[in-house]
């Protein structure tokens, strides 16, 4: 997780919320968020070690999987599909470790 994730994360519209889980928060990664929220609507970090893949979470109703780092998007080919898993189960799990 790095700065390229944030820049793709800016694009978004000011009303959508967006938290990052991550196996670790770096001092760098820290100063990262904290300068980005400063211009851009805030992003929550949270610790959560326990996924080693990528998640895409949309309103709390989709999930899809993404198979490769984001900070490569565009660069190669790579998996990005829809699960039918019930997404409120992801969600409590991330919510109450």
């Known amino acids: 997780m790095d700065d390229t994730v944030l820049t793709l ?4 519209n000011a009303y959508v919320t967006a938290t990052i889980y991550t ?15 400063s211009q851009y609507p805030p992003i929550e970090i949270e610790v ?20 490769s780092t984001l900070k490569d998007l565009g660069k190669k080919w790579f ?11 992801m969600l409590q799990i991330l919510n109450n470790p």
């Open 79 to 89: 998996a990005f599909s829809r699960m039918d898993i019930e997404v409120g189960r």
């Open 48 to 67: 959560f070690s326990d996924a080693q893949d990528r998640f895409l979470i949309i309103d709390g109703t989709e999930l899809y999987h993404i198979g």
């Open 9 to 12: 994360l800016g694009k978004r």
């Open 23 to 37: 196996k670790n928060i770096s001092n760098q990664l820290r100063v990262d968020v904290q300068r980005y929220n």
